[in-house]
């Protein structure tokens, strides 16, 4: 057996896929197994100064660790997405505009029901996936926005005058809708 760490990954690489089906499989609904299993590849080698070939059984245990670390800090990554996706879901709802005027907000739906709650689950994983398509500037101007941070206070953290922020917050919620919007549409046939 090799002590390459890229050839021990790639023999191993089936058995990450088995790990990432039984113990990711929430995952699945965001990310594709392909790209976890990229992701733990990624995470491993990042750690190549660390690593030690000790053996086989040594350097499995390693790998399932560095793969249970990965799966956790994803679940993590869309779990805080989708706890703020809900106040973002309502800006592609209603059609706001950065900085026009009142708030609107949408009634909750009175429809229950299966179909519903999937429909709500794949709106909210849009969203999320949208937000995580965004820079990081974007992304924290549009949930300021739907959390309603005052105008002057966005400003302050931004360092910038109030009419540069508006501008910004504007164009950020307008690539986030579009974004949203690709989303939604999913991909096109060929």
């Known amino acids: 057996m090799t002590t390459d760490l890229a050839a021990l990954l790639i023999e191993r690489a089936d058995e990450?896929?088995?790990?990432?089906?039984?113990?990711?499989s929430a995952l699945?609904?965001?990310?594709?197994?392909?790209?976890?299993?990229?992701?733990?590849?990624?995470?491993?080698?990042?750690?190549?100064?660390r690593f030690e070939f000790r053996g086989a059984a040594s350097f499995r245990a390693w790998l399932l660790g560095v793969a249970r670390a990965h799966l956790a800090d994803r679940r993590d990554y869309w779990h805080a997405l989708k706890r703020r996706s809900g106040r973002v879901l309502r800006l592609t709802w209603n059609g706001l505009s950065a900085g026009t005027g009142p708030r609107e907000r949408v009634p909750a739906s009175t429809a229950t029901g299966p179909s519903t709650f999937a429909s709500r689950r794949e709106d909210l994983a849009l969203v999320a996936r949208a937000l995580g398509l965004l820079s990081a500037r974007d992304r924290e101007l549009v949930e300021w926005q739907s959390e309603e941070v005052a105008l002057?206070?966005?400003?302050?953290?931004?360092?910038?005058?109030?009419?540069?922020?508006?501008?910004?917050?504007?164009?950020?919620?307008?690539?986030?809708?579009?974004?949203?919007?690709?989303?939604?549409q999913g991909p096109r046939p060929p």
């Open 28 to 49: 699945l609904r965001f990310e594709s197994e392909e790209d976890l299993v990229q992701g733990i590849h990624l995470r491993a080698l990042a750690m190549a100064g």
């Open 16 to 24: 990450l896929a088995r790990l990432v089906r039984r113990e990711g």
């Open 152 to 184: 002057t206070e966005q400003a302050r953290r931004l360092g910038l005058a109030e009419d540069s922020a508006r501008r910004a917050g504007h164009r950020a919620l307008e690539r986030f809708k579009k974004t949203w919007r690709l989303l939604k």
